[in-house]
């Protein structure tokens, strides 16, 4: 119940194109859904983040989509850029009593010039 | 602030040796996290400390990891005797609680190869 279950696990997107990252979870606790970005040598970074009472944000070419009664969210990077080639994760956490961090397995995109 | 700074970035050791990696957390973060990250694993969080408390350690893999926080600037995750597949790259992170949920801040992590 503790999972978060992400797909695909590796995705090739022509540049300019639309990339689309899946999550799914269990735990009805869980508050707080930010997507990671990771570079090959560095850790993890936050690209965006969502709470379950809106079901979309979007910052620049980056969006998460949000559908509570699925329990899933996804990453939809517009106009992705080989620059974004990266290693995403989903992650997933609560408010109280279940801080730790939640990952997805990752998903290796690679955009094509 | 500097951000989560881990060392050492690389180690390379024999199998049977003590590893010890440590973490300095951003000041004023009351979270730390130790993850473990594999290609076949991907993030695996192996414990993390509240106000220097663990909290959860049911991620460590066996007897032979144990991690400290013996205060808010320094953490420690040790791996005696190691072995060869403990070779991955260890990542420390911090965050602060608040009104909401805030953002958890990576460190640049140790990668361990135990030969």
């Known amino acids: 119940q503790q999972q978060v279950k992400q797909s695909p696990q590796s995705l090739i997107v022509q540049k300019g194109g639309i990339s689309i990252i899946n999550c799914a979870y269990e735990?009805?606790?869980?508050?707080?859904f930010p997507w990671y970005q990771q570079f090959p040598g560095k850790g993890p970074a936050l690209l965006i983040a969502?709470?379950?009472?809106?079901s979309e944000k979007k910052e620049g070419r980056f969006t998460i989509s949000f559908n509570k009664s699925a329990k899933q969210f996804s990453l939809h990077i517009m106009d992705s850029q080989p620059g974004d080639s990266a290693t995403y994760f989903c992650?997933?956490?609560?408010?109280?009593?279940?801080?730790?961090?939640?990952f997805g397995t990752g998903t290796r995109l690679l955009v094509s010039p | 602030d500097a951000g989560v700074i881990q060392s050492p970035r690389h180690e390379v050791t024999e199998m049977g040796q003590e590893v010890t990696l440590r973490c300095k957390p951003i000041?004023?973060?009351?979270?730390l996290f130790w993850y473990r990250q594999t290609m076949m694993r991907g993030l695996e969080l192996l414990i993390y400390?509240?106000?220097?408390?663990?909290?959860?350690d049911s991620g460590m893999p066996e007897d032979r990891f144990s991690a400290k926080m013996p205060n808010a600037s320094f953490s420690t995750l040790k791996i005696q005797p190691s072995e060869p597949r403990d070779s991955a790259v260890y990542f420390c992170?911090?965050?602060?609680?608040?009104?909401?949920?805030?953002?958890?801040?990576f460190g640049q992590g140790t990668r361990l190869t135990v030969v």
């Open positions: 735990n009805t606790a869980f508050d707080y």
């Open positions: 992170a911090s965050r602060k609680t608040g009104a909401v949920n805030t953002e958890a801040f």
């Open positions: 000041s004023g973060h009351d979270y």
């Open positions: 400390f509240n106000n220097n408390v663990p909290i959860d």
């Open positions: 992650a997933a956490s609560g408010d109280t009593g279940f801080q730790k961090l939640v």
């Open positions: 969502i709470r379950p009472d809106v």
